[in-house]
C-alpha cells in the first residue's frame, strides 16, 4: 500500500523532496529497513551518517556500531572480485567522493571480523551535491551475492572435474589406439614378410603362425579389457553369484598360472578347509589371475609368489605376495585408477593399458568388497582383496 | 646400394620381438647387416663398440630406456653420427620425431615397401 508512491518517486530527484512530505519519517525508515539490499549513507568525510537494517545483517554490525564509523576503519577489509584486498582509494565511498560519478555493479567482498570467510556484495553507489556541487553525501546499496557466488563457484569446479574427465577420455582413446596398433603392426609385418618369402617360393613357417597367433591373442585380450571397462563403467556387467569354495577356486587360478609359468614357485598350503562363498566365479577368477599374472611378471624367477586366505567371520580376505621391487606411496593410491601406466607420455615404460587392476576393482565393488595394496619399497607388494561371504547385500 | 662390398648398416631398436624378427629379416634380405637391440640400454651398450649405423630405426614406447631417452643418451654421446628415424604408433609420430631431433618418421603400421624408401632416403 506503502509501495505505490515510491514508484512515482523515482523519476527525478527534484521530486523527492515533494513526495516525501506525503510520508512520515517514521515510515520511510521503515520501507527503507525493509528493503533486501543494505543501504549506508556517508558523509563527506565518509563517516556513516545512515545504515538501514540489511546492511547490519550483512555487514555483522549493529545500527549504533555503525554510525559513525569511518569507511576506512582498519577493522574493515575489502576484497577486490578476485579475492586480493582492496586498496582504500578503490573503496566505493572514496571513488564516488574522487570522481563524483556513480559506480554500478561492483563485487566485493567484505571480511567481516566475525566471520573466516568473505561475504560478497554486488555493490551500487551515488553521489548526492550540496548547493555548491559539491559531494556531501554517498549513497552505497549492496546486496548479499554471496550464496549466488559460492554456487557458481561449485558449478566451475563442477565443470572443471567434466571437462578433465573428457580430457582423460580422450587421452585414455589415444593410448587405446596407440596399444592396439603394436600388435597390429606386428601382425601385418609378418604378414608382409611371410608374403615375399612365398613369392620367392620359400615355405611358411610353423614359428611364424605361432608369432601370428600369439599377436592375434594379445589384440583379442586388449579388445576384451576396453568391453570390460566399457561395461563396467556403465553398471552393464551383472554377476551371477553362486556358492563358491574359495580354496577350490584358488587351486584352480594356481594351475592355470603354472601352464604359463612352469618354473615359478607358488606358496599356498594345501588341504585347506572350504570355505563357500557368493561370488562370480568368472569374475573372482579373473581377480586373482590378475594379482597373480602381476606378481609373476614382477617377482624375479627365482622368487616365490604367496597366496594366503583368512576366513574372517563375515569377509573372507585373499592375499597375493609377491617378491617385486615394491610399490611407491604415490604409485599405490594411483594403481586401482584406470590409465595408471603410460598416464605421462614421456614416461611410457610398459606396454598394456593398464586397465588390470581398475576392473579389478570394479569387480570387487560389485560384490560389495573392498581391494588394495601394502607396500614397501624392496621389500615386495601384498595385494588383497575380501567380499562378504554370504553375497553382496543390496 | 652403391657399393655391393660393404653393406650399410641398420640398427633396430624395438621391444616386440615380433617387429623385430619382421624388420630385420627383411632388412636383411634388402642386403643391410642388421643390429637389433630390444631397449634405449641395451642399444647404447651395443654402440659402446665405436661402430655407428648408417641408420637407426627407434621405437619410442620401451621398458628399461624409452625412446626419448635413448636419442637423449645417443647425441649427448655420439652427437649426429647417425641418423634416426622415429617408429611410431602415435597419433602425432612427425612431432615426436621432431622432439627429438629426429630426421625422419614412420607411423605404425606401415608397408615395408615404405619402410625401404624412407631407409634409403635417410641412411648415411
Redesign the interface.
Given at each position: 500500500m506503502q509501495k505505490e508512491p515510491l514508484i512515482v518517486r523515482s523519476n527525478q530527484n527534484s521530486h523527492v523532496s515533494q513526495d516525501s512530505q506525503w510520508w512520515t519519517r517514521a515510515q520511510f525508515i521503515n520501507l527503507l529497513d525493509n528493503l533486501h539490499p543494505g543501504v549506508v549513507v556517508h558523509g563527506a568525510n565518509t563517516q556513516i551518517i545512515y545504515s538501514n537494517r540489511s546492511a547490519s545483517r550483512i555487514l555483522g554490525l549493529t545500527k549504533d556500531q555503525l554510525l559513525g564509523k569511518a569507511t576506512t576503519d582498519p577493522r574493515w577489509h575489502f576484497l577486490r572480485e578476485d579475492g586480493a584486498y582492496m586498496p582504500i582509494e578503490e573503496y566505493p565511498v572514496s571513488q564516488v567522493i574522487t570522481s563524483g560519478a556513480a559506480i554500478q555493479n561492483q563485487v566485493i567482498g567484505i571480511l567481516r571480523p566475525d566471520l573466516e570467510h568473505p561475504t560478497w556484495v554486488i555493490c551500487n553507489a551515488h553521489p548526492e551535491f550540496d548547493l555548491k556541487n559539491r559531494v556531501n553525501q554517498v549513497v552505497v546499496s549492496f546486496t548479499d551475492i554471496t550464496a549466488e557466488r559460492k554456487l557458481k563457484q561449485d558449478l566451475d569446479l563442477a565443470r572443471n572435474v567434466a571437462e578433465k574427465a573428457v580430457v582423460t577420455k580422450t587421452h585414455f582413446l589415444?593410448v587405446a589406439?596407440?596399444?592396439l596398433?603394436?600388435p597390429?603392426?606386428?601382425f601385418?609385418?609378418?604378414i608382409?614378410?611371410t608374403k615375399?618369402k612365398l613369392e620367392k617360393g620359400e615355405p611358411v613357417e610353423m614359428s611364424t603362425l605361432i608369432?601370428l597367433q600369439?599377436?592375434v591373442d594379445r589384440l583379442a585380450l586388449l579388445v576384451t579389457e576396453l568391453l570390460d571397462v566399457s561395461r563396467l563403467e556403465r553398471g552393464m556387467v551383472r554377476l551371477k553369484l553362486e556358492s563358491i569354495d574359495v580354496i577350490r577356486l584358488l587351486n584352480d587360478c594356481i594351475q592355470e598360472l603354472e601352464l604359463r609359468a612352469p618354473l615359478r614357485k607358488i606358496l599356498f598350503p594345501q588341504h585347506l578347509d572350504r570355505i563357500p562363498v557368493m561370488m562370480d566365479q568368472l569374475r573372482i577368477f579373473q581377480v586373482i589371475s590378475n594379482f597373480l599374472d602381476n606378481a609373476n611378471k614382477y617377482t624375479p624367477i627365482d622368487r616365490s609368489i604367496e597366496i594366503k586366505v583368512e576366513n574372517q567371520p563375515i569377509m573372507v580376505r585373499i592375499m597375493v605376495k609377491d617378491s617385486g621391487p615394491g610399490i611407491t606411496e604415490k604409485l599405490r593410491n594411483e594403481l586401482f585408477n584406470p590409465l595408471t601406466r603410460?598416464e605421462s607420455?614421456?614416461e611410457?615404460?610398459?606396454?598394456g593399458l593398464g586397465l588390470g587392476l581398475y576392473i579389478a576393482r570394479k569387480i570387487i565393488e560389485l560384490h560389495g568388497g573392498a581391494i588394495g595394496v601394502e607396500s614397501k619399497l624392496g621389500e615386495g607388494s601384498t595385494f588383497f582383496f575380501e567380499i562378504p561371504k554370504s553375497g553382496v547385500q543390496s | 646400394m652403391n657399393d655391393d662390398l660393404v653393406k650399410k648398416s641398420i640398427l633396430i631398436v624395438e621391444d616386440d620381438q615380433d617387429i623385430l624378427l619382421a624388420l630385420k629379416t627383411f632388412l636383411e634380405e634388402e642386403g643391410y647387416s642388421v643390429r637389433t637391440a630390444e631397449n634405449g640400454f641395451e642399444a647404447m651398450n651395443l654402440l659402446n663398440d665405436g661402430e655407428m649405423p648408417n641408420l637407426i630405426l627407434l621405437d619410442m614406447k620401451m621398458p628399461v630406456m624409452n625412446g626419448w631417452q635413448f636419442a637423449i643418451e645417443f647425441l649427448a654421446k655420439h652427437d649426429h653420427l647417425s641418423p634416426i628415424v622415429v617408429m611410431t604408433a602415435a597419433a602425432d609420430a612427425k612431432q615426436r620425431a621432431q622432439d627429438i631431433n629426429a630426421i625422419g618418421w614412420i607411423s605404425k603400421p606401415f608397408e615395408l615397401d615404405t619402410l625401404l624408401k624412407i631407409v634409403k632416403k635417410y641412411e648415411r
Open positions: 589415444d589406439a596407440h596399444e596398433k603394436t597390429i603392426t606386428a601385418s609385418l609378418l608382409q614378410v615375399k608369432r600369439g599377436q603410460g607420455e614421456h611410457e615404460r610398459t606396454s | -
